[in-house]
């Protein structure tokens, strides 16, 4: 009887006990096939990422041209996850990972679903897992200027030791030839100022900046009947084929205290017509003239302003389609009143000038 009794009672037990024992070792053998599975998944979306990475900075370089805005390679980043995926025999899952980039960004993202084995004890018939990965690249712009270098052609800041000037003083320069500093002039000349009270109490750049609408009375125009306070300064440069920028910071001498803040700029005169105070009397044009039209034609004018209350930069890009001569000009065309736009660190560059 008590032999029976105990043996019974074993059988009980192990009966108990091995629906526990079935789920703690199915357990344990899940985890362990989950946490392989997950690691060949990640690996799969590391190396499609990073490889992708390398692709895409390798090739954007030398695909990139002036004329694109962004670049992607979405059909390549596929051929290169696919591969990734059958290496790590995961083709299952290839087809349904997404491998997607933007013009600085590529993020590959895949789910994988794997079959339990237990499947009985846990009542459920898979796993799932999802990894995602996201890879820095190049931006299309920082491409094309790594492939095309920039390079400052010319710089003008309007700083000693290329004039006498005092500093809080100021003069109108130009010499007999109507010149300066390798600038050619027109009209009365280039103002040369130091005073920070007529540039809202501050220079952008160094001590000096330049107005354009300056003043006839001083001794360069002495015994010049005829003088114009509306001057320009222009440099004629032998251009290749390719990009250009043109960077110029702007102020108007005479601030709108009505429009605090805003910057009453643009490419065409069209742009700012709307601003008529004073006859816009803080004017600057810019224009980029080829050989044969040096007429300041409207087409050329590539930038204007007319009213801005703080120091504004300006950056302008172009395109030179053909080898020549080109004249680059800064110029005042508001009221003639010896009251203008006030000028400073101008820059013209190839492929984009330095920040």
């Given at each position: 009887m008590f032999l029976r009794d105990e043996k019974g009672a074993v059988i009980m037990i192990l009966a108990l006990a091995l629906p526990a024992l079935i789920f703690g070792v199915g357990g344990v053998v899940e985890t362990s096939r989950g946490i392989a599975y997950r690691q060949r998944l990640a690996s799969a979306v590391e190396l499609s990422c990073t490889q992708g990475q390398a692709f895409v900075?390798?090739?954007?370089?030398?695909?990139?041209?002036?004329?694109?805005?962004?670049?992607?390679?979405?059909?390549?980043?596929?051929?290169?996850?696919?591969?990734?995926?059958?290496?790590?025999?995961?083709?299952?899952?290839a087809p349904a990972a997404r491998a997607t980039s933007t013009d600085t960004n590529i993020n590959v993202t895949a789910t994988?679903?794997?079959?339990?084995?237990?499947?009985?004890?846990?009542?459920?018939?898979?796993?799932?897992?999802?990894?995602?990965?996201?890879c820095a690249v190049n931006s299309t712009a920082v491409a094309f200027a790594d492939r095309n270098?920039?390079?400052?052609?010319?710089?003008?800041?309007?700083e000693q030791p290329s004039h006498t000037v005092a500093p809080n003083s100021w003069t109108v320069l130009k010499n007999a030839s109507s010149e300066w500093n390798g600038w050619k002039v027109q009209n009365a000349g280039i103002e040369i100022n130091g005073l920070r009270?007529?540039?809202?109490?501050?220079?952008r750049f160094g001590d000096f900046f330049a107005e354009l609408d300056s003043d006839c009375k001083t001794s360069v125009n002495a015994g010049v009947s005829n003088c114009r306070t509306n001057s320009a300064m222009s440099r004629l440069l032998r251009l290749t084929t390719g990009s250009y920028q043109v960077r110029y910071w702007y102020i108007?001498?005479?601030?709108?205290?009505?429009?605090?803040?805003?910057?009453?700029?643009?490419?065409?005169?069209?742009d700012v017509s709307y601003y008529q105070v004073n006859g816009q009397t803080n004017r600057i044009e810019l224009f980029v003239e080829k050989e044969g039209d040096y007429t300041f034609n409207a087409n050329n004018m590539v930038d204007v302003c007319v009213q801005a209350d703080k120091w504004v930069e300006r950056?302008?890009?172009f395109t030179v389609p053909v080898e020549a001569n080109y004249k680059i000009t800064w110029r005042a065309a508001g009221k003639e009143d010896s009251f203008g736009?006030?000028?400073?660190?101008?820059?013209?560059?190839?492929?984009?000038?330095?920040?």
């Open positions: 900075n390798g090739h954007k370089r030398l695909d990139v041209t002036s004329a694109n805005g962004t670049k992607t390679y979405d059909s390549d980043l596929e051929r290169i996850k696919n591969n990734n995926f059958a290496a790590k025999a995961m083709e299952d899952v994988g679903v794997m079959p339990l084995i237990f499947s009985g004890a846990f009542g459920q018939a898979s796993m799932s897992f999802t990894v995602a990965r996201d270098p920039s390079t400052l052609l010319i710089s003008e800041s309007f009270e007529l540039a809202s109490n501050s220079i108007a001498r005479e601030r709108d205290a009505s429009r605090p803040g805003q910057v009453i700029c643009g490419k065409t005169s069209s950056v302008i890009d736009g006030l000028i400073d660190y101008l820059r013209i560059c190839k492929n984009g000038c330095p920040g």
